[in-house]
């Protein structure tokens, strides 16, 4: 295997990570409670006034600022060096939620939303 190969895949691991625009995507989870989704990202070294959250029925939008940068270096055969500043996530939701009653807490690092899901039945009154 020649270096260049090594290198391409080395970039196409590291870049499902980052953002074009030098973003860290954040290592999120959704659970199903039933009646809402419970969303939780880890978001380390990040202050709750630094947190943007924004939603609609169907996707959730985290983007947070570091309070510091994060750098990772590696030396070796390539060498690389590279930092970030701030996450970003847009994650698509599995069923439509009621994104004006959605909550955010933010405890360390842990940044969790809870996005209640849409009715699907309506009691229609019967005149």
Known sequence: MRWRDIERREMRILRSSWMEDGK????HEIEDRGDAFVLTFDLPNVRKEDVEVKTTEDTVEVSA??????????????????????FKKTVRLPEKVNAEKAKATLKNGILQIILPKKKKRVSVPVL
């Open 24 to 27: 860290l995507e954040p290592l």
């Open 65 to 86: 600022r570091m309070q510091r940068a994060v750098c990772w270096e590696r030396w070796g055969c390539v060498q690389r060096s590279v930092s970030f500043e701030a």
